[in-house]
């Protein structure tokens, strides 16, 4: 079972991303999927979160209003859109499956993880 995360880079503050991540080795249609940053020095956070029919997000405070959490469950991947990105947004950004179907920001419900992608904002 694989996580794949992609669509990091670097960016400009102010400047938008797409996140990807595709998931392979079983389907996680019926899994919550949500989002998680850690920065460097930092503890790894949690960012957004979705339902397992996408009919239900949550946000981190931090992150609400500029970052839409999405999902595509016949293609397996959920997507992060990040807008209005600023240099404390800057992380290495994680994808990750839990183990029940509604939106969840407790890390110890999540039990497949990606292996991030970096994100770098610049001011």
């Known amino acids: 079972v694989q996580l794949q995360a992609s669509g990091g880079g670097l960016v400009q503050a102010g400047g938008s991303l797409r996140l990807s991540c595709a998931a392979s080795?079983?389907?996680?249609?019926?899994?919550?999927m949500g989002w998680f940053r850690q920065a460097p020095g930092k503890e790894r956070e949690f960012v957004a979160a979705?339902?397992?029919?996408?009919?239900?997000?949550y946000y981190a405070d931090s992150v609400k209003g500029r970052f839409t959490i999405s999902r595509d469950n016949a293609k397996n991947t959920v997507y992060l859109q990040m807008n209005s990105l600023k240099p404390e947004d800057t992380a290495v950004y994680y994808c990750?499956?839990?183990?029940?179907?509604?939106?969840?920001?407790?890390?110890?419900?999540?039990?497949?993880w990606g292996q991030g992608t970096l994100v770098t904002v610049s001011s």
């Open positions: 979705i339902s397992w029919s996408g009919g239900s997000t």
């Open positions: 990750s499956a839990s183990k029940v179907g509604r939106a969840t920001a407790t890390m110890s419900l999540y039990d497949y």
């Open positions: 080795g079983r389907t996680f249609s019926q899994n919550g």
